[in-house]
Nanobody
């Protein structure tokens, strides 16, 4: 089973950038499709981006398309989320996860989750 640890969150002004990292250990990270989700208190966790294990198939939520980029380095067992042109509405706890089965944008498709990293965007 893959263990995941996110890092890179913080406080940034609107228009700024952050790069989140998700380090994996154990399991079969290199054969796992990976996803980023985010959650605001009182709301459901929502899909942000996903990336196939080959690194060739990417998907993004409409709200982040053109601003966020997901990537991976299988040699380092790490998946990244580059976030540019950040907006206050991007404020959330961001989670990475490994997909087991099901739709790439569904929370239920992911069985391994990190503990999350807080991203706060000030206006």
């Amino acid at each position: 089973q893959v263990q995941l640890v996110e890092s890179g969150g913080g406080l940034v002004q609107a228009g700024g950038s952050l790069r989140l990292s998700c380090a994996a250990s154990g399991g079969t990270f290199r054969n796992s499709d990976m996803g980023w989700f985010r959650q605001v208190p009182g709301k459901e966790r929502e899909f942000v981006a996903s990336l196939s294990w080959t690194g060739t198939v990417k998907a993004y939520a409409d709200s982040v398309k053109g601003r966020f980029t997901i990537s991976r380095d299988n040699a380092k067992n790490t998946v990244y989320l580059q976030m540019n042109s950040l907006k206050p509405e991007d404020t959330a706890v961001y989670y990475c996860a490994a997909r087991s089965s099901g739709g790439y944008n569904l929370v239920s498709a992911y069985s391994n989750w990190g503990q999350g990293t807080q991203v706060t965007v000030s206006s």
